[in-house]
């Protein structure tokens, strides 16, 4: 089992670049690939950025990329979500989710095999 807890959420201004934390514990944090998706209200859950075990690997939806940065510190079994010049269509909901087996595409809610209870995101002009 793999447990998740994201922080750093909250109300933040257009162009604030708030930074988001998902702790884990569980299993051996550096075995396994994480990522970010987030859900607006009244919109299916979307990807943001994913990172593999070593961090020698990331991917960005294009919505984000340029602004935001995922990084992980495996010795503190930590994934960072760093946002810049954030925007009113970047609220939303913000999971982290962890991959442990390493099957699927990284960008697929089906590939996570455990997620986070979400924290809140919400951009105001």
């Known amino acids: 089992q793999v447990q998740l807890v994201e922080s750093g959420g909250g109300l933040v201004q257009a162009g604030g670049s708030p930074r988001l934390s998902c702790a884990t514990s569980?299993?051996?944090?550096?075995?396994?690939?994480m990522a970010w998706f987030r859900q607006a209200p009244g919109k299916e859950r979307e990807f943001v950025a994913a990172?593999?075990?070593?961090?020698?690997?990331?991917y960005y939806s294009d919505s984000v990329k340029g602004r935001f940065t995922i990084s992980r510190d495996n010795a503190k079994n930590t994934v960072y979500l760093q946002m810049n010049s954030l925007k009113p269509e970047d609220t939303a909901v913000y999971y982290c989710?962890?991959?442990?087996?390493?099957?699927?595409?990284?960008?697929?809610?089906?590939?996570?095999?455990?997620w986070g209870q979400g924290t809140q995101v919400t951009v105001s002009l």
């Open positions: 990172i593999s075990w070593s961090g020698g690997t990331i």
């Open positions: 569980g299993r051996t944090f550096s075995n396994y690939a």
């Open positions: 989710a962890a991959d442990v087996d390493y099957r699927g595409s990284y960008n697929q809610i089906s590939t996570y095999d455990y």
